[in-house]
């Protein structure tokens, strides 16, 4: 059956009957249409979060998950919500639940279209100011259709840029179940730079993505639009939006392999219902959750849609994203299930010197990012190090007086009840490392994922308090705020019980941060909740440049008595 409502996503009923129905009884959604039944048992060592075939459903249902008299009467009618993944569907019953799976029967296949069509753009900045990079989805190869994007100023003549093209194979991935049974083909994933924008003013820009094929014809996406960044120092309202470990979550009840982010649309949907009231959005870690499951990457990249489409959408690498034994990550744990970081770096696009190190600065007006890579080696003497000392010293104060530092991994203050287990509040030998950079210039908040919660500390260094105030800075800050925003939708963290006298505010909910730098003297911090987008936590720091400048315990530049 094929599809024609001309849109990307469609609600589709499926009518079962069995003769023998089970509790165990299940529906997979499964793309291509035809797939390998066959057992296939996991690696011994690895994590089993899809059923024991070898070809992992794309999501599923019980089918007793609507139909409560199932058992009884053999019968049931479920809802799915299927997107274009560049293939056709079918949907499969089993029996035997997830360890024992026997195939009892398939549908037959159903397609979009065009299956093949430019899809779920993301916006992120280029290398320079005036550059906003666009990244999608398609089925098209190069051999086949040439990608473009069609863009310009709103109510102007619009131009032509080209896009470049990339893919991964099976083969690069590094483990189970990204190399078996989680494996699906990523498609082709573009990229093009539109170059030379007008500061963020008035200017509207719009844009469409799309392909040129042999015969002429150019298959459009729809139109979307955003506004360029302000110009390094422009003195103008600017507000940021960062979290960590959001991941993704099915609207029509399936379950994923593994429910890990429950809260995942509750910020979803805060931030689309929210879209007049920020400009550019972090999301540092912990992305889709996809952990070797291929297809979730397209679920994700459709959830975000409608925020990456319009915003600038900027990651930073996690241990879902990256971690993997043997593949040259920091940590030696098993987090990506096989990806190695390979899907993340290609899906989004990031100005670093090299995606395989995926550690970058970038400017948004008065603000200063430098995105740190915490399952890279940051440790003093790493490339790493010498990059984050570097990204730190490279900013004018005067010019972008918000300096913000921020990493997947919490690389300076929790209360995190795992880590308290192992007797730390941080990363192993994360501060010790880091908190003289931190110090010596100035940085302002310092934010991470990973941990699945809120928390805020003092403005600290070594440990201590340098400040007594909570929610109004003035003059000169004397530490660093570090803050854990890993309550993206993931699965929420405890705390320790243990005394964390440096810990000003924690919650244990799902919710994000907002930075609002009114001008160069005056930045609001607000942590909102997901749930309904209230704000629960917040401080504000007034200052002046000379408050920069100001001399600071291991924060002093250099000084001679010569008249």
Known sequence: MLLQ???????????LEYPRPTNDDWVGVFSPAKFNSSDCYPETGTRQEASYICASPIKYKYANHSTADYVRRGKATLSFQIINQRADFSFALFTGGFKNPKLVAVSDPISFS?????????????????EMTVTWTSGYNIDEATPLVEWGRKGHNKKLSPAGTLTFTRGSMCGAPARTTGWRDPGFIHTSFLKELWPDTMYVY???????????????????????????GQDSLQRVIIFGDMGKAERDGSNEYANYEPGSLFTTDQLINDLKNYDIVFHIGGLAYANGFLSQWDQFTAQVEPISSVKPYM?????????????????????????????????????????????????????????????????EGSEQYVWIEKCLSSVDRQKQPWLIFAAHRVLGYSSNGGLADEGATEEPTGRTHLQKLWQKYKVDIALYGHVHNYERTCPIYQN????????????????TIHVVVGGGGSRLSDYT????????????????????????????????????????????ITRDYRDVLACVHDGCESITLTN
């Open 5 to 15: 409502n001309g849109e990307d996503t469609e609600w589709i009923n499926v009518n």
């Open 114 to 130: 065009n299956p093949k069509a430019p899809l779920y753009p993301r916006l992120a900045h280029g290398k320079a100011w005036d």
């Open 206 to 232: 719009e844009y469409r993505v799309g392909h040129l094929l042999e015969t002429e014809l150019t298959i459009w996406s729809k139109i979307y639009s955003f506004k360029s960044s302000p110009y390094p």
């Open 315 to 379: 990651i930073a690498s996690g241990t879902h994203e990256r971690d993997f034994p043997n593949s040259g990550s920091f940590y030696d744990t098993s987090d990506s299930g096989g990806e190695c970081g390979v899907p993340a770096e290609t899906m989004y696009y990031v100005p670093a010197d090299s995606r395989a190190k995926l550690w970058y600065s970038t400017d948004y007006g008065m603000f200063h990012f430098c995105i740190a890579d915490s399952e890279h080696d940051w440790r």
């Open 464 to 479: 201590q308090c340098v400040n007594s105030e909570i929610f109004d800075y003035s003059g000169t800050m004397n530490g």
């Open 497 to 540: 019980e243990n005394n964390t006298s440096w810990s000003l505010y924690k919650d244990r909910d799902y919710g994000f941060v907002k930075l609002t730098a009114f001008n160069h003297s005056s930045l609001l911090f607000e942590y909102k909740k997901s749930i309904d987008g209230e704000v629960y936590d917040n401080f504000t």
